[in-house]
Antibody, heavy 123, light 107 residues
């Protein structure tokens, strides 16, 4: 059974940093694309970024709203995906979800989702 | 960026109703679209991927279809557990984008 468990959320001041982690079990981690998706309180879903798999050298993509401030990294030996968030803004307040994608017909679809971790950016 | 226009934003329905939600893409995305269901306080759950493929374990009353840049999620007979918010997402072009969501509420 695939399980994704996020951790590291909490309260941080504007301009501060936070590092989220996602621990994956039940998978060969290096085979899969992994995404971060967030949801501000009472709002819709927003894609944050993607880490491709080992075949594609773990290259990353980011939403414009976080590019240059957020960095996705992964440690396949630990089955762990991280999201380093710097220069945080109040608008980054959200529940952050880790997802694992599977490939189908030349696209990668986020099939498995973690339970989410809440990040609150406030002074 | 690919804009996904989801309609309606809000839908009031009764158990047993047939429900249709539409997601219109601003440009071609082939079949690279997924549908999710989200209940309050819970993570989204994938229902359909590749526009029309039912995720394992999802009831067969859910179905997806596509015609050009218009995608449809249909619930053939709404059940009590289906009252939730539904989102579409395109996985064709970066940035990956979501529709605005459709809240399905009890009539």
């Amino acid at each position: 059974e695939v399980q994704l468990v996020e951790s590291g959320g909490g309260l941080v001041q504007p301009g501060g940093s936070l590092r989220l982690s996602c621990a994956a079990s039940g998978v060969t981690f290096s085979d899969y694309y992994m995404d971060w998706v967030r949801q501000a309180p009472g709002k819709g879903l927003e894609w944050v970024g993607r880490s491709r798999n080992k075949v594609y050298s773990y290259t990353t993509e980011y939403a414009a709203s976080v590019k240059g401030r957020f960095t996705i990294s992964r440690d396949d030996s630990k089955n762990s995906l991280d999201l380093q968030m710097n220069s945080l803004k109040t608008e980054d307040t959200a529940v952050y979800y880790c997802t694992r994608s599977e490939r189908y017909s030349n696209a990668w679809f986020p099939i498995f989702w973690g339970q989410g971790t809440l990040v609150t950016v406030s002074s | 960026d690919v804009q996904l226009t989801q309609s309606p934003s809000f839908l009031s329905a009764s158990v047993g109703d047939r429900v249709t939600i539409t997601c219109r893409a601003s440009q071609g995305i082939t079949s690279s679209l997924a549908w999710y269901q989200q209940k309050p306080g819970k993570a989204p759950k994938v229902l359909i991927y590749a526009a029309s493929t039912l995720q394992s374990g999802v009831p067969s009353r859910f179905s997806g279809s596509a015609s050009g840049t218009e995608f449809t999620l249909t619930i053939s007979s709404l059940q009590a557990e289906d009252f939730a918010t539904y989102y579409c997402q395109q996985l064709r072009t970066f940035p990956l984008t979501f529709g605005g969501g459709t809240m399905v509420e009890v009539k």
